[in-house]
């Protein structure tokens, strides 16, 4: 199965894979992107970056506080602090900022800086999803497939894969596909699996190739 994008802030999924009954990828540990840009450059030194994203954070500037959320989550410039790592992308979140929906999502459901909630995961999940945030769409699409802290429904896995994969997300090419070649939520489908397998493996999940072949 394919690895989730569970990670602070939306970037390339990563991780081990392994074979299980159901779609059931490893999370990797948070590994949060760069800040996004705000209004002027942000100094190089870590420190004083820190301190520049703290200034219009502290103004109400959401892109700053989200930026802000990102250092503090990785340990950037700051000492690493998941509890004020949410602090931030909550305030951000409040202003619509959709990275940082999906960021508390994360955090939530890793029980990192709070203690660990599904159900608040996937609240934050669910919000960055129908946002059309892709990594969103695949952690919930995933809380569906294993029924964690949601009744098991691969019919909604399997919506929530497409929709991640139709905005080229890898790995959520490859669970759909494995739910078209199983009739896991769908009505089973070699032709659906394959292009799914061929598409992923175009979209550098390796496993996509070998899939489509062994059709």
Known sequence: ?????RAVAA???EGTQKQPATPEPVASPPRPVAAAAVSNEPPADPAARAAFYMARAKSGDAAAEYDLGVLYARGDGLVQ???SAISWFQAAAAQGNVAAEYNLGVLYAGGLGVAANQTEALNWYRSAA???H???QFNLALAYAQGAGTPQDLAAAARWYQRAAQQGLGPAMINLAIL???GGGVA???VDAYAWYSAAGEH???QGKRRADAL
């Open 180 to 182: 078209y070649e199983r």
């Open 134 to 136: 892709p990594g969103a």
């Open 130 to 132: 129908d946002q059309n």
């Open 81 to 83: 602090d998941y509890a």
């Open 11 to 13: 970037g390339a999924p």
């Open 188 to 190: 089973a489908s070699p």
């Open 204 to 206: 550098g999940e390796p």
């Open 1 to 5: 199965w394919a690895s989730t994008p």
